[in-house]
């Protein structure tokens, strides 16, 4: 069974810096897609970064040149750097792996941009 555990995020000011940590355990990264989303309050979930099969990455416009989303196969670890904060960053951010169609979810985090 594949599980997603997220660890990371919490209160930062605009500017600021936070990791977002997603260990997966019962299958390797490294066969899989990876993906980190988000949902502000009283918005639809969004794509902000993902790695394909092909180890493309892609960015949300909205966070080009400010997130990074990379993974250590080692620790079956996925994470997503973000710098230079901002208050439309506030969400609740999860991890998303795919495996032949079939995605898993971590339990979610907030991430809160005060300004």
């Known amino acids: 069974q594949v599980q997603l555990v997220q660890s990371g995020g919490g209160l930062v000011q605009a500017g600021g810096s936070l990791r977002l940590t997603c260990a997966v355990s019962?299958?390797?990264?490294?066969?899989?897609?990876i993906a980190w989303y988000r949902q502000a309050p009283g918005k639809q979930r969004e794509l902000v970064a993902s790695?394909?099969?092909?180890?493309?990455?892609n960015y949300a416009d909205s966070v080009k040149g400010r997130f990074t989303i990379s993974r250590d196969n080692t620790k079956n670890t996925m994470y997503l750097q973000m710098n230079s904060l901002k208050p439309e960053d506030t969400a609740v951010y999860y991890c998303?792996?795919?495996?032949?169609?079939?995605?898993?979810w971590g339990q979610g985090t907030q991430v809160t941009v005060s300004s």
């Open positions: 998303n792996v795919g495996y032949y169609g079939v995605n898993y």
């Open positions: 790695i394909s099969f092909r180890r493309i990455a």
């Open positions: 019962g299958s390797p990264i490294s066969s899989a897609a």
